[in-house]
């Protein structure tokens, strides 16, 4: 049984920063693609930044030279260090596993992290 568990959100001031995680169990990590997405209230789910197996990296426009992902292929956890944030990135951030294997996609999604920004 896949799963994935995500944790370090919270209350934060604008300008301030976060780093979350994400562990992911009962796979095998190394063969996923991991992404961060986020959701705010009344807003679609919007894909905040991925990165392959082979940690290439690719990050939304809104987040670009704030946030930095990466993985730690020892550990199974994906990292999405949130630096100068912005109240406009409060939502709920939630970690995906993704691959394509044989015509067959795999998608896992872990429950969510709540991220506020305000003062």
């Known amino acids: 049984q896949v799963q994935l568990v995500e944790s370090g959100g919270g209350l934060v001031q604008p300008g301030g920063s976060l780093r979350l995680s994400c562990v992911v169990s009962?796979?095998?990590?190394?063969?996923?693609?991991m992404a961060w997405h986020r959701q705010a209230p009344g807003k679609e789910r919007e894909l905040v930044a991925s990165?392959?197996?082979?940690?290439?990296?690719n990050y939304a426009d809104s987040v670009k030279g704030r946030f930095t992902i990466s993985r730690d292929n020892a550990k199974n956890t994906v990292y999405l260090r949130m630096n100068s944030l912005k109240p406009e990135d409060t939502a709920v951030y939630y970690c995906?596993?993704?691959?394509?294997?044989?015509?067959?996609?795999?998608?896992?999604w872990g429950q969510g992290t709540q991220v506020t920004v305000s003062s």
């Open positions: 995906n596993a993704n691959r394509r294997y044989i015509g067959r996609e795999y998608d896992y």
């Open positions: 009962g796979t095998v990590f190394t063969i996923y693609n």
């Open positions: 990165i392959t197996t082979g940690s290439w990296t």
